[in-house]
């Protein structure tokens, strides 16, 4: 009997919880735990509808946000974008009622997930500062915009209209949101503006201006007039999806056959697969989806895990893609000029749990960037900067990982966070993040997306190693050649003037020096065309004949231009120049020129060489093996190396000369013994 | 029309070094002709590179050398120097001219890329000449600084002056207060030791003991000569005492600080310097004893003292590897410095008075070395 009421008291308490006791009791996992978090994330869901709409809605955006401060630790909040708009009737519910939007169901890469956001950030707002939130929206073709003063009934869940009206707005179409909150504005790392920047990064087709509650305007200009393409919903892939889910969509399902519920409710999987994957599992084929026992529920998820299905469908995915990384990290990185901008590298999709996902990185290195603190880190998932909880991020464990050493950074022990003048981004899209908590900081740390971001990382990392190896490389060479250019003719001019005789040939002596073939190049932009020079110096003690390879952006290349012409050209900017025979310490070119490119889009071809002994030579790569080469390479010709003689370098015997070497203390010891 | 010109003593003296110059370019040059990376081999000059020369009684450069190749950037740049560095001497021979070490560090700056980045380089490069056409630096026309060491005692000796006058002085009753100040040049033509009653020369390493001594009379009342080294003592200080020890038989003592960087300056004196390996015969002095202070000094006249600092342990032990300091006594000395951590100026004696280190100190430490006053 007494337990019995306790728990009929238990029940009317729980049915008596609002939305905005949860609201209070889960602040922290929505994101709205601290004043300063609450501003960045009232911002970051207005920022992420406005652009998910944008999207969906092939609209290049251009997004205005400004923060204008009313009182010590009060706030006006106005994002404005121009999207689609809302028509009158959803406006409403979509920014006066939790857990209300059109993506909660939907397997696709979108920013927003749950449709808690902006509702939420709506109800912060009301909850601090008692004032209720200004929705302006406007559809195309509509004479005038649905303006609403929206509050949340806390208890019902429900939107409370306070006002609205009908208002004249010049946009074509677009929305508005006002909200007036408590916060704290900041600058650093974890600030609004940092979330602009890094939102910036990897929306390179956004504009995006913000006036800081100072009054200063920073924009951010659209680097890319591309949108990314438009991602499809898909069904869930069956491998790696969970035994109570399976059984879930089997209830739920209309077919009437489990052959039928596998093809129409998963995706990639055709008949022969469901047959296989029904046979192996011990299923009946005719099996109504509603009679699955647990049993064969379980034995179908182990044949899914062994055979091979193929891989989900990632057009719902929308990858950032490699051109554009490196256009989003040179925008933001503004004035400071790196040294390197590693080619990023976008994963192949894979798959966790019945999800696709897809895992990005880039790295920038050198340069102006800061050099003794630890790198910085860029972490994106669908497209949103994450700035808090780094810590606990599947993204920063992956980075903890790799042995950065070998790529050239610093890192001690070979684990943690390297340290060095570099930025890493990362991006990982999926059409379902598994992010530790509501708020979306921080990745769950699921082992196969860790590993997936471990590999794109090492992958970009060996590109950052090979530049370093080409760095010290190059620095040795670009000394040897300052010696043989420079120096050595000086030695020459002078040692010949005190024996007074004619200056001597130094051929065989700078080939000496140097037995190399140096590739150098030379861009120079002019009249909004590339000119590409290639330098062939040959410092070796013979002539040499080889094939030089470039990649090259084919659309942008002026076929006329060069010279000479090259003997291969592939659509897909693949450049194979036969070279002439280059006599001995002379030099070979080949130019070419590209139009229709910023001054800052090129910098750098990718070089190879074939038909020479690719050890010998600096500034290019060998061929690599699926160039496909259509034509008969030339025989490569051997370089001898001379055995260097080991000698002791009477310029690097580091041993103190002096005797008297110690800082000077007085008594006059600092009297050198040179007198 | 053909006459065979006598050579003046002054052109023998001038064609030597230009021979030897000459040569130096004609093995770049011969090198660079024959399509070889141009390089000169020159002995190391490091501690691990000194032998004892028994015959002479001093420690000198050995076999070992290294090689500056036009291979490597610095290589090259020195070598493109020592082409600038022999050109210039040679100009300076012909029109009988010389300059200061620190001139020729400034006549660099219109070498081009050829300037020296320090004067340690082009001092250093001197010293290879030096080692490489075996002519002294004086041969190469090439002067220091006047370094101002001093000396005070009963020798007589002549010096030509720059007029080509030579005057007679006595370095106890024609100086002042601070003494004879000992020329850049000793060498004969422009010293002649005449004579002395003195019996031993005091090397002294700081001037304000060498003051003190002199303050004190002691150059009479020991009947000595005070020659002050003003730290490290300059190639003609050391030249100097070894000519007073050569010529006139005074036995050499050093009287300095109680530190690892005075038992350099007692071993440049006595074996030779690593620096000047190449001339120590000419400048070292090998029965130069050494006096103190001593790490036993320390603590029998419990001396005030300073903590060793990381430089000065450095120093030790790099002294324990060092050939020079391979006997008993000095493997004794270094090992109980390390030891004790203490150093001691020679100033400490002051401790106990302004006379001690004249009535107390040295006497009794003379007399352990067989010296009475």
Not at chain 1, 416 to 442: C, D, M, N, Q, R
């Amino acid at each position: 009997m007494a337990s019995t009421s306790i728990a009929q008291k238990l029940a009317k308490k729980q049915k008596e919880i609002s939305v905005s006791e949860f609201f209070e009791r889960n602040k922290h996992i929505l994101g709205f735990d601290s004043l300063t978090r609450a501003m960045i994330t009232s911002v970051k869901e207005a920022m992420d509808n406005s652009l998910d709409v944008c999207e969906e809605a092939e609209i290049l955006p251009e997004i205005f946000v400004q923060i204008k401060k009313i009182s010590t630790d009060e706030f006006r909040l106005t994002i404005e974008d121009n999207g689609p708009g809302i028509v009158k009737k959803q406006v409403p519910h979509i920014f006066g009622r939790l857990l209300y939007g059109s993506r909660f169901h939907s397997l696709r890469q979108t920013r927003g997930q749950q449709g808690l956001g902006i509702s939420a950030a709506v109800m912060y707002a009301q909850l601090t500062t008692g004032r209720p939130s200004i929705i302006r929206s406007k559809v195309k073709n509509k004479d005038v915009a649905y303006q609403v003063e929206l509050m949340l009934d806390t208890k019902r869940n429900r939107p409370k209209v306070v006002r609205d009206d009908f208002v004249v707005w010049e946009k074509e179409s677009g929305t508005r949101i006002e909200m007036q909150l408590r916060g704290r504005y900041v600058m650093g790392k974890q600030s609004v503006l940092e979330y602009l920047k890094g939102t910036a990064i990897v929306n390179p087709h956004a504009r995006i201006v913000y006036k800081d509650p100072f009054g200063t305007q920073y924009l951010f200009e659209r680097a890319s007039e591309i949108l990314p393409p438009k991602t499809e919903e898909i069904k869930p892939h069956p491998q790696g999806i969970e035994l109570g889910t399976l059984l879930k969509m089997a209830k739920a399902t209309g077919s009437y056959k489990m052959t039928a519920f596998l093809q129409k409710e998963f995706s990639r999987i055709s008949s022969r697969v469901a047959i296989e994957i029904l046979t192996k599992a011990d299923v009946p084929l005719e099996r109504h989806p509603k009679r699955l026992t647990l049993d064969e529920a379980k034995r179908i998820l182990e044949v899914v895990k062994k055979i091979k299905i193929m891989a989900p469908p990632t057009d719902c995915l929308s990858p950032i893609g490699e051109r554009l990384i490196k256009k989003g990290l040179k925008n933001v990185l503004g004035g400071l000029k790196p040294e390197f901008y590693c080619p990023p590298v976008t994963r192949e999709p894979n798959v966790y749990t019945g999800n696709p996902f897809q895992v990005e990185v880039g790295i920038v290195y050198g340069g102006q960037l800061p050099q003794d603190k630890p790198i910085e880190i860029l972490r994106y998932a669908n497209r949103i900067p994450l700035l808090y909880q780094q810590g606990a991020c599947a993204m920063t464990a992956a980075v903890e990982k790799v042995d950065w050493r070998r790529y050239g950074l610093e890192q001690r022990g070979g684990h943690g966070i390297p340290f060095g003048p570099a930025i890493i981004l990362i991006h990982f899209a999926s059409s379902k993040v598994p992010y530790t908590s509501e708020s979306k900081e921080a990745v769950a740390k699921i082992p196969k997306i860790e590993i997936e971001i471990e590999k794109a990382l090492r992958v970009c990392g060996r590109k950052l190693g090979s530049h370093m190896k080409r760095k010290v490389k190059k620095a040795k060479t670009r000394e040897k050649f300052d010696i043989v250019q420079k120096i050595l003719p000086e030695i020459a001019q002078k040692s010949s003037k005190i024996v007074d005789r004619k200056v001597p040939d130094l051929r065989k002596t700078i080939t000496k020096i140097m037995n190399v073939v140096w590739i150098d190049e030379e861009v120079v932009f002019e009249k909004r065309r590339h000119k590409v020079t290639l330098k062939v110096y040959n410092y070796t003690p013979k002539g040499q004949k080889f094939n030089l390879h470039g990649i090259v952006p084919y659309e942008n290349l002026d076929l006329d231009s060069c010279d000479p012409k090259p003997k291969e050209i592939k659509e897909d900017g693949k450049i194979t120049w036969e070279l002439k025979r280059i006599p001995t310490t002379e030099i070979g070119t080949a130019t070419f020129e590209l139009f229709g490119m910023d001054e800052d889009e090129y910098d750098e071809t990718e070089l190879y060489v074939s038909g020479i002994n690719p050890t010998s030579v600096v500034g290019a790569e060998p061929l690599p093996g699926d160039w496909d080469l259509k034509m008969r390479p030339p025989t490569i010709e051997e370089i001898i190396e001379e055995e260097p003689e080991e000698e002791l370098d009477y310029d690097e015997v580091e041993e103190e000369l002096d005797d008297e070497s110690h800082e000077a203390d007085g008594t006059g010891r600092e009297a050198s013994e040179a007198g | 029309m053909t006459k065979v010109m006598k050579l003046t003593e002054l052109e023998e003296r001038h064609q030597r070094p230009v021979e030897k110059l000459h040569e130096l370019a004609e093995e770049i040059y011969d090198q660079l002709d024959k399509g070889q990376i141009p390089n000169m081999k020159i002995p190391i000059r490091a501690k691990s590179n000194i032998r004892f020369v028994a015959s002479k009684g001093v420690w000198k450069y050995g076999a070992t050398k290294g090689i500056r190749s036009a291979k490597k950037l610095r290589g090259a740049y020195m070598l493109l120097r020592t082409m600038y560095m022999l050109d210039f001497i040679r100009e300076m021979i012909k029109s009988d001219k010389s300059s200061t070490l620190r001139e020729m560090y400034y006549i660099s700056e219109g070498w081009d890329m050829a300037k020296f980045s320090s004067q340690d380089e082009s001092n250093n490069l001197a010293e290879d000449l030096e080692i490489l056409t075996e002519c002294m630096r004086e041969d190469l026309k090439l002067r220091p600084e006047e370094d101002g060491a001093r000396v005070m005692g009963n020798v007589t000796l002549r010096e030509r002056n720059r007029k080509g006058q030579k005057k007679k002085i006595n370095c106890r009753d024609d100086v002042g207060d601070s003494g004879y100040g000992i020329p850049y040049n000793v060498e004969e033509d422009k010293i002649e030791l005449l004579s002395t009653d003195a019996k031993f020369v005091i090397a002294i390493e700081t001037g304000g003991m060498f003051d003190r001594l002199v303050e004190n009379g002691f150059d009479e009342d020991a009947n000595c000569v005070l020659v002050h080294l003003k730290g490290q003592p300059a190639r003609s200080t050391r030249r100097f005492m070894k000519r007073l020890n050569k010529e006139l038989n005074l036995p050499i003592v050093v009287f300095v600080d109680g530190d690892p960087w005075s038992f350099r300056i007692f071993a440049s004196i006595a074996y030779g310097a690593i620096k000047t390996a190449h001339i120590s015969e000419y400048l070292a002095t090998p029965t130069a004893q050494y006096l103190g202070i001593t790490s036993s000094d320390i603590l029998n006249y419990d001396l005030p003292t300073d903590k060793l600092n990381s430089s000065d342990i450095r120093a030790l032990e790099s002294e324990l590897t060092d050939p020079r300091f391979k006997d008993r006594f000095w493997k004794d000395e270094i090992e109980t410095m390390l030891k004790i951590k203490k150093k001691a100026e020679q100033q400490a004696l002051a401790k106990y008075g302004l006379d001690y280190v004249t009535d107390t100190y040295l006497p009794e430490k003379l007399s352990e070395i067989g010296i009475n006053i």
